[in-house]
């Protein structure tokens, strides 16, 4: 579990998907919360914005940990709820 604050780490997930947005996919649509960016970009491609996302907070997020879907409900997640599983699942300090 990591300590940063929800909206600093809210606000990261919302930059890094809006970015790779504005450069592949080109959505038309508001990155908000409320987004679940899996239902429109590509899972290795969210693979990447974790990593990025990582980074950027200097967070470790496990390998098998996947924020942006739910396994046992198989269900897309927005990204308040990625928020939510990323402070959850991470940890302090970047490899």
Known sequence: ???HPYELVEKEIIKTIDEINSITEKLDIV?????????FIMS????TAMTR???ALQ????DSC???HDKKSLKQF???EATQKLIKEATHGHQ
């Open 1 to 3: 579990m990591i300590q």
């Open 59 to 62: 967070i470790t997020i496990p």
């Open 31 to 39: 990155i908000d919360k409320d987004f679940c960016p899996g239902n």
């Open 66 to 68: 996947y924020i942006f």
């Open 78 to 80: 927005s990204i308040k």
């Open 44 to 47: 290795q491609v969210l693979i």
């Open 53 to 55: 996302i990582g980074r």
